[in-house]
């Protein structure tokens, strides 16, 4: 089971924002909506012909239409190379979900150490693996939300 995909919309907007003005990232990429990174991620034909000209703004109903495509999409990815992801809890799941949202699947993948520590159910090295990164240093907040997610088990703003 996994959480619905509202809630993982709700946490996904506290942690990137809703922009519906494209906008240029802090790694200079590109941005609209929910952290929708159009250089890495551009728009499909699909998205293209419901969201319209996105270079004049976007409507809130068009920036959750993408983010739910995005949702879809990392949990597909999660899923297939991430061997372990089904056997994880709801939460843990989400906590690799939003990484991966934020740092791309590869991105993610580079948890080399935090990922082999959540397949073996070692959930505090895990986290403590999570918070000695680059990224937790570059999302701060964000990061220890993920961290006290993967140890605890528990989302808590």
């Known amino acids: 089971m ?5 809630t993982i919309q709700e946490r996904l907007q ?8 494209p906008y240029f990232c802090t790694r200079g990429k590109q941005t609209i909506g929910v952290g929708r990174c159009l250089d890495t991620n551009p ?4 998205e293209e012909r419901v969201v319209g000209d996105w270079r004049h703004g976007i409507t809130k109903g068009a920036a959750v239409y993408l ?12 899923k297939k190379k991430i061997k372990f992801f ?7 799941q989400y906590a690799l979900i939003d990484m991966a949202f934020n740092l791309g699947i ?7 150490k935090m990922l082999a ?11 403590a693996e999570c918070l000695a990164s680059k990224y937790a240093k570059d999302v701060g907040i964000r990061a ?14």
């Open 2 to 6: 996994m959480l619905d995909l509202y």
């Open 14 to 21: 506290i942690h990137e924002g809703l922009r519906l003005k």
């Open 43 to 46: 728009l499909t034909k699909e």
């Open 67 to 78: 983010l739910h495509n995005d949702i879809r999409r990392i949990v597909k990815e999660c």
């Open 86 to 92: 089904a056997d994880l809890d709801d939460e843990r």
């Open 106 to 112: 590869n991105g993610l993948l580079q948890f080399k």
């Open 117 to 127: 520590a959540l397949a073996c159910g070692n959930y505090k090295t895990a986290a």
């Open 144 to 157: 220890k939300r993920i961290a006290r997610t993967i140890e605890s088990g528990k989302f808590i703003l």
